[in-house]
């Protein structure tokens, strides 16, 4: 290896997103909800050259598998991501985002007004669009920092 090289160690359980969009890997960080408190091991490579993306970022979290909910949010800042779930260091399992038409439960309408920012107990519903989501019940469109909108979990 020369000295110009960077090398990031392999992973033996966990996930590797890879081909995030260049910039994203914070906000991959954001719908996990990594932020450094529970001591998880994340490896992070952010603008790395890419023959696909130009530009990508790769997130490896050891010990742990994504749910689909995850996936599907992911799916809406990164169209482009594989994810990869290792075990005993080997990947047993490879799989491409694909975009829901919905996603139910997983984002905070922004709009105040929208029923589900209320008291009620109504489930939040995006309809996924090719540049952002829209609110089903008040119409409201997010199209930038979506990862903003991810409700606790």
């Known amino acids: 290896m020369s000295d110009t090289e960077l090398r990031v160690s392999k992973i033996r359980n966990g996930t590797v997103i890879d081909h995030v969009t260049g910039g994203q890997a914070l906000n ?3 719908i996990l909800d990594i932020d450094g408190s529970a001591g998880e ?3 992070v490579g952010m ?3 890419s023959g696909r993306l130009g530009r990508k970022d790769v997130v490896k979290v050891e010990d742990r598998e994504l749910s689909q909910s995850e996936v599907d949010v992911l799916s809406l800042i990164a169209p482009e991501a594989t994810i990869n779930i290792i075990r005993d260091y080997e990947v047993v399992e490879k799989l491409r985002v694909e975009r829901p038409d919905v996603v139910t439960g997983i984002l905070a309408c922004p709009n105040t007004n929208c029923i589900t920012s209320g008291s009620e107990p109504v489930e939040s519903r ?3 669009l090719p540049d952002g989501v829209r609110c089903e019940y008040c119409g409201t469109i997010v199209r930038e920092q979506i990862a903003e909108h991810i409700e606790s979990q």
Do not use: D, R
Request: proline share 8%; hydrophobic share 50%.
């Open 41 to 43: 091991q994340v490896s």
């Open 28 to 30: 991959v960080l954001t």
């Open 47 to 49: 603008n790395v050259p």
């Open 126 to 128: 995006f309809e996924v």
